[in-house]
């Protein structure tokens, strides 16, 4: 069975600095995809970058970036010029095989605060 | 944009009462999944389904709960004597071959 571990439970910074939220998994499968999940206190639950386990290139989108280590089995996400509204719990998670017809295997999370 | 919708967003039931959760996921896609988050825990996977049948089930989903797509747009779930330890929030999403949406959750209190 795969699993995703999260080892910070809580996290702040200041408004606009760079914030790194941590995330192992293991799995012996080799054809994967990895997500990261934004909670607000509004509880839904918002993607917020994927990364497909057979490309090299670490996935971005604006401000978020990943840092893909599939050897070591870590993801990180990276959140640049963070921003009030980043205040949120950030889950990491994992799916196994072709997108379709895989559950979400989801980390304890990490509750980050950004501080004005 | 398209999302994924799920009703009510709040649901307080009398324990061994029937609940129903509906959703209306995304209109092409063809993944259906339940989730559940109890407070102040990770969000964990029930059920999956696909082409009118479950494709997995997680052992949280007993006999108690079932899923059905009555009229091809709905998805509900339905626990038939809600447990107090049911208590949580419940997740819709939906996907397709790329990546799964999810709606913003039915807050189910059991009393």
């Known amino acids: 069975a795969q699993t995703v571990t999260q080892s910070q439970p809580e996290m702040s910074v200041q408004e606009a600095e760079t914030v790194t939220l941590s995330c192992t998994y293991d799995t012996s499968e080799s054809n994967y995809y990895l997500f990261w999940y934004k909670q607000p206190p509004s509880r839904q639950m918002i993607l917020v970058i994927r990364?497909?386990?057979?490309?090299?290139q670490n996935a971005t989108e604006n401000r978020f970036s990943v840092n893909f280590q599939k050897a070591a089995k870590s993801f990180s996400l990276k959140i640049s010029d963070s921003q009030l509204g980043d205040t949120a719990m950030y889950f990491c998670?994992?799916?196994?095989?072709?997108?379709?017809?895989?559950?979400?295997?989801f980390g304890t999370g990490t509750r980050l605060t950004i501080i004005p | 944009e398209p999302e994924v919708t799920q009703t009510p967003s709040h649901q307080v039931t009398q324990m061994g009462q029937e609940v129903i959760l509906r959703c209306v996921p995304i209109s092409n896609h063809l993944y259906f999944y339940w989730y559940r988050q109890i407070l102040g825990q990770k969000v964990e996977f029930l059920v999956s389904?696909?082409?009118?049948?479950?494709?997995?089930k997680s052992e949280i989903f007993d006999d108690q709960f079932s899923v059905e797509r009555p009229d091809g747009s709905n998805f509900t779930l339905k626990i038939r004597s809600t447990k107090l330890e049911d208590s949580a929030m419940y997740f819709c999403?939906?996907?397709?071959?790329?990546?799964?949406?999810f709606g913003q959750g039915t807050r189910l209190t059991v009393v």
């Open positions: 998670a994992f799916m196994m095989g072709n997108f379709g017809n895989e559950k979400l295997t």
């Open positions: 389904f696909y082409n009118n049948e479950i494709s997995e």
């Open positions: 990364q497909e386990a057979y490309k090299q």
């Open positions: 999403a939906s996907g397709d071959t790329t990546e799964a949406f």
